[in-house]
């Protein structure tokens, strides 16, 4: 026997203590490992949120810009029947044009109206068409209608390509324009344009050193041929080489030069500057006009009108003003004309951003403005249920039918093998499988929530039977038997005492199933529902999209508004899988049993 002595002397000892203390390290040092992995988890979490969410606030909201449309009977109903057809084939495109050349009647010149007509959405013409239409008695008043702005404006006027900054001045501005009044001459008694001289010669400055980097990289190439060119024994090869090393040669002698122009430029005490489309605007608004500057000093320049008409007379401090945009015309949609029309509309009061019930009550559209996801949320809907409807019952049949009477043979084996292996098959197969089979050789309608619905069943449907085993597998063996002892048949025991019991488990992983599915884009993609759908679908042999194919079709669109839109959608699909896995988590605790 071992006294207690040398059992307090083993216990107590140094490497028994050093031991002690490393298991404690052990400890601390796991849960360290576990606290820092959830917190990283809940990092990325929150990045990935704010950033989808901060970039769907902007389709929160649209703006209008309110304008007085004279309605004249005598040309949009000449004959004055009063019927809405003959009403809607008037051109209310037209009329939207004249409305804006009325509203800005110094715009002249082609690519001037262009940028005018572009300050409102395409579909303003329509709602316009519509609303008169709705109601034929405002033929014959001038009516103030809200015209919905284009997706341009709507940035702007959400800061989305920066915003005008005013500057400080002290002088009186004297303008003298040129005989066509698009030219003028802009004199300051005070150095006020200083400051933004300033930026512009940082900005050449900028410019400079990127020429000389440019210019680095072109050097580098053109040795790199100069050695290949030494290394090859083909003369055709190596004077090709050496004619690459030349040309790159010439070329970053040439981005020097340029770099050397500007710099000089950049560190001149005086002089007069152009601004170019890639340098920061200018804006200059006196008595009402407004002036785009093209060369700037430190005490005035060279501008384009335009808007109005300046007055020669000099301008008190209070009587004029200038802001600076930091975002050169060449980086933004919107064109200095067009903020300057943005900019008059907005001091007349005519601009009001409304909330976006559009978004979410219309289908898509190739125009930003006019895109909604109720076309994508309602093909979702006729998708999943005909997922629902095919996957559910037969995954559940299946699933009773290999737990509760199928044999144990090899057969069986094979089956739920496949089974398995079907549960992890990429989901892109299914979509080849839908184009092969439903849609060729079966003909389902392509880019229907029908033929959607059948993929993603057949994607779905090893999930269910998976879950639906595990779920019946874990109903007591007392159960069943219980019934057969009271004389139930094998099926009335497994459809009245099995399956009610394992109802919550298939409910549930039923439900994961389906939001996994509500997810999926590449089998989607396969079977044609991810082309342009406008109309909403009544049925599951309409065309129609879905949600996260629309996701996947606004992220590639170029127009910069698309891109909250595309944030949006997102929002709007993690809650509908967040409301399902909510539903599961629900059905899980309502109907749960212990055993």
Not at 450 to 472: E, Y
Request: proline share 5%; net charge negative; glycine share 8%.
């Amino acid at each position: 026997m071992v006294a207690l002595s040398d059992l307090s002397t083993s216990h107590g000892s140094a490497a028994a203590l050093s031991r002690l203390r490393k298991r404690r390290r052990a400890e601390v040092r796991l849960k360290a490992y576990g606290i820092a992995a959830i917190s990283l988890a809940a990092l990325a979490l929150v990045t990935l949120m704010s950033t989808v969410v901060g970039q769907a606030v902007d389709a929160l909201t649209e703006t209008y810009i309110t304008l007085d449309v004279p309605l004249d009977p005598e040309e949009i109903d000449p004959e004055g029947t009063g019927d809405p057809a003959e009403i809607g084939r008037y051109n209310y495109d037209g009329l939207v044009k004249d409305v804006l050349k009325e509203t800005f009647p110094s715009v002249s010149g082609r690519s001037a109206r262009r940028e005018l007509y572009g300050i409102v959405s395409g579909g303003a013409q329509f709602e316009l068409r519509e609303q008169v239409m709705a109601d034929p008695s405002l033929l014959g008043q001038t009516v103030a209608v809200p015209m919905l702005a284009s997706d341009v404006t709507d940035l702007y006027l959400k800061g989305r390509y920066g915003a005008l900054r005013p500057q400080d001045h002290s002088g009186n501005l004297s303008v003298t324009l040129d005989e066509d009044g698009e030219v003028a001459t802009i004199e300051s008694s005070a150095p006020d344009f200083a400051n933004a001289l300033a930026e512009v010669k940082d900005l050449l400055s900028d410019q400079a050193a990127f020429l000389r980097n440019q210019a680095r990289l072109q050097d580098r190439g053109a040795r790199v041929f100069a050695e290949d060119a030494a290394e090859m024994d083909e003369s055709d090869e190596r004077t090709s080489l050496l004619a690459q090393s030349e040309a790159r040669a010439a070329e970053a002698d040439r981005l020097l030069a340029e770099a050397d122009a500007l710099d000089v430029r950049a560190n001149a005490d005086l002089g007069q500057e152009a601004l170019t489309t890639s340098a920061p605007s200018l804006l200059l608004q006196v008595n009402g006009a407004w002036i785009k500057m093209t060369e700037v000093s430190t005490s005035g320049g060279v501008g384009e009108v335009l808007y109005g008409q300046p007055s020669a007379e000099n301008a008190a401090p209070s009587e004029w003003s200038y802001s600076l945009h930091q975002t050169p015309e060449t980086a933004r949609k919107i064109s200095d004309r067009q903020i300057a029309m943005v900019e008059v509309l907005k001091e007349q009061g005519q601009v009001e951003q409304v909330f976006n019930t559009r978004f979410f009550s219309a289908g898509d559209s190739r125009e930003p403005e006019l895109a909604g996801i109720w076309g994508a949320a309602v093909g979702s809907f006729w998708t999943m249920l005909v997922t629902f409807s095919l996957a559910f019952p037969i995954g559940v049949m299946a699933a009773i039918y290999l737990e509760e009477f199928a044999p144990k043979n090899r057969f069986t084996d094979f089956v739920e093998v496949n089974i398995n292996n079907l549960a992890a098959v990429p989901s892109i197969v299914f979509g080849l499988l839908g184009l092969a089979v439903f849609l060729g050789f079966f003909g389902v309608p392509r880019s229907s929530p029908l033929a959607g619905g059948i993929v993603l069943a057949l994607m779905t449907l090893p999930t269910i039977i998976i879950a639906s085993r595990a779920a019946i597998r874990a109903v007591p063996p007392s159960i069943r038997d219980a019934a057969l002892g009271l004389g139930a048949s094998r099926l009335q025991t497994s459809f009245h005492h099995v399956l009610p019991l394992a109802m919550p488990g298939i409910l549930t992983g039923t439900i994961i199933g389906m939001a996994q599915a509500l997810g999926e884009t590449a089998p989607l993609i396969m079977i044609g529902m991810v082309a342009f759908i406008v109309d909403i679908p009544t049925g599951i042999t309409d065309s129609a999209t879905v949600l996260p194919v629309q996701v996947f079709r606004w992220s590639d669109f170029p127009e910069r508004a698309f891109e909250a839109r595309t944030a949006a959608a997102i929002c709007m699909l993690l809650l509908f899988l967040v409301v399902m896995n909510a539903i599961a988590v629900f059905l899980r605790k309502r109907f749960e049993r212990r055993w």
